[in-house]
C-alpha cells in the first residue's frame, strides 16, 4: 500500500541512509537532506518504509518526481515506483512526470526505462559528482502513456 508520508523522519531515514544519499545527491549537496514539508510536495512511501517518491511541481500539470529506496529494495523497486506512480496520477491533476538522472546512474536509468519512461533530453553538463560534470538525461511518461502500459500488463 502507498500513502503519502508527512513523517520527516521516516522520509529522512530513506533519503539520508548513507547507501543512497550518495546516488542522490550531488558534490555541494547539503549533508543531510531535510523534507520540506509543504502542500505542493508529494512524499509518497511504502508501507515498509523502505521506498519513498518525491513529487514536486512543475507546473500545473508536470511533476518531477525523484526515487529514493533502502538497500532492500535495490534491483527490486520497479513494483513499488509502479504503485506510487498509480497512485500520484490518480491522486493528483499530474498529466506528465519527468525525472533527471545523471548519465552515471546506470540503475536509475533501468529502473525508470522498467517502470514505462523514455528518455526525452538531456541537459549537458548539469550535475558535479566527484568533481566531474556530467549531463543530466530527462526520462519521462504522460499520465495516459503510463495507464496504457499498465493496462497491458494487467491483461498479458
Not at 513523517?7 to 529522512?12: A, G, K, L, P, R
Not at 512524499?43 to 525523484?66: A, D, F, R
Not at 496520477?89 to 514505462?116: Q, W
Not at 538525461?137 to 496504457?148: N, V
Request: net charge positive; proline share 4%.
Amino acid at each position: 500500500m502507498i500513502y503519502n508520508s508527512t513523517n520527516i523522519e521516516d522520509i529522512s531515514n530513506i533519503i539520508n541512509n548513507p547507501k543512497v544519499y550518495k546516488w542522490v545527491s550531488d558534490d555541494l549537496s547539503p549533508e543531510v537532506f531535510v523534507p520540506v514539508i509543504h502542500p505542493a510536495i508529494l512524499y509518497l512511501m511504502n508501507e515498509e518504509k523502505t521506498g519513498v517518491i518525491q513529487i514536486t511541481p512543475i507546473n500545473g500539470i508536470t511533476c518531477q518526481v525523484h526515487t529514493s529506496v533502502l538497500p532492500e529494495l535495490f534491483g527490486k523497486a520497479v513494483d513499488f515506483v509502479k504503485e506510487a506512480t498509480n497512485f500520484g496520477f490518480d491522486s493528483t491533476r499530474y498529466m506528465k512526470a519527468i525525472t533527471f538522472i545523471p548519465e552515471y546512474n546506470k540503475l536509475a536509468i533501468r529502473l525508470a526505462v522498467k517502470s514505462g519512461m523514455k528518455k526525452e533530453g538531456c541537459i549537458k553538463k548539469s550535475f558535479l559528482k566527484n568533481w566531474v560534470l556530467y549531463n543530466q538525461f530527462i526520462y519521462g511518461f504522460t499520465k495516459k502513456e503510463f495507464k496504457g502500459a499498465l493496462l497491458r500488463e494487467r491483461t498479458n
